[in-house]
């Protein structure tokens, strides 16, 4: 079965530009998170998708945004781009919604760089 | 939120048992405890969560405080491939995950 995988790798973007950035979850998987790492911040939820809604979100401005389409594929968009945006983003799939006690699967993040 | 503490980097000598630990002094009742580790250029993977019994799997135990304000990972024969940066997580009851700043674990031959 394949991972989840996160479209592009790599991707340069200058200030005041917009960004969206894909991820496919596990074959099956129905819930979709995304985090930022960051070397000063570490690792921060951003939010997460389930069936289309979105269902938590973290402490970030409302230039983060996302969405998830009927295939339980998201989009994650990052508006107005700010040099402290540079970062690795990660998504995370699961089979169901995310409780307290079930795992997460990640992809391998794409790196924003941010000039 | 809660907060998880642990030590920047840690070292340990292969087939050597490893005890990483993390403190939670501001964990609630439900939150379970979660571990993760990031391998180099990878996104984190599942290691091991629980709640308030000690847990074992294939990959590790978690040994939980009875007060559950803190916990230690085991990994019983480190190998090379362990080494990485493992995150102790608070995850709530709505699913929200509250990460620590991570362990980096060396692992020396």
């Known amino acids: 079965k394949a991972g989840v995988t996160q479209t592009p790798r790599y991707l340069i973007k200058t200030r005041g530009q917009q960004v969206t950035l894909s991820c496919s979850p596990i074959s099956g998987h129905r819930s979709v998170s995304w985090y930022q790492q960051t070397p000063g911040q570490g690792l921060q939820f951003l939010f997460e998708?389930?069936?289309?809604?979105?269902?938590n979100k973290g402490n970030f401005p409302g230039r983060f945004s996302g969405r998830q389409f009927s295939n339980s594929r998201s989009e994650m968009n990052v508006s107005t781009l700010e040099l402290g945006d540079s970062a690795l983003y990660l998504c995370?799939?699961?089979?169901?919604?995310?409780?307290?006690?079930?795992?997460?699967?990640f992809g391998p993040g794409t790196r924003l760089t941010v000039l | 939120d809660a907060k998880t503490t642990q030590p920047n980097s840690m070292e340990s000598n292969e087939e050597e048992p490893v005890h990483l630990p993390c403190n939670h002094s501001?964990?609630?009742?439900?939150?379970?405890i979660h571990w993760y580790r990031q391998l180099p250029s990878q996104g984190p993977e599942y290691v091991i969560h629980?709640?308030?019994s000690n847990v074992n799997n294939r990959m590790a135990s978690l040994a939980i405080a009875e007060d559950r304000k803190s916990s230690t990972l085991i990994l019983h024969r480190a190998t090379l491939r362990d080494a990485a940066v493992y995150y102790c997580i608070l995850r709530d009851v709505a699913g929200k995950s509250t990460f620590g700043d991570g362990t980096t674990l060396t692992v020396k031959p």
């Open positions: 995370a799939s699961s089979l169901n919604r995310v409780e307290v006690n079930n795992e997460q699967f």
């Open positions: 501001t964990i609630s009742g439900t939150d379970y």
């Open positions: 629980g709640l308030t």
């Open positions: 998708y389930f069936s289309e809604t979105q269902r």
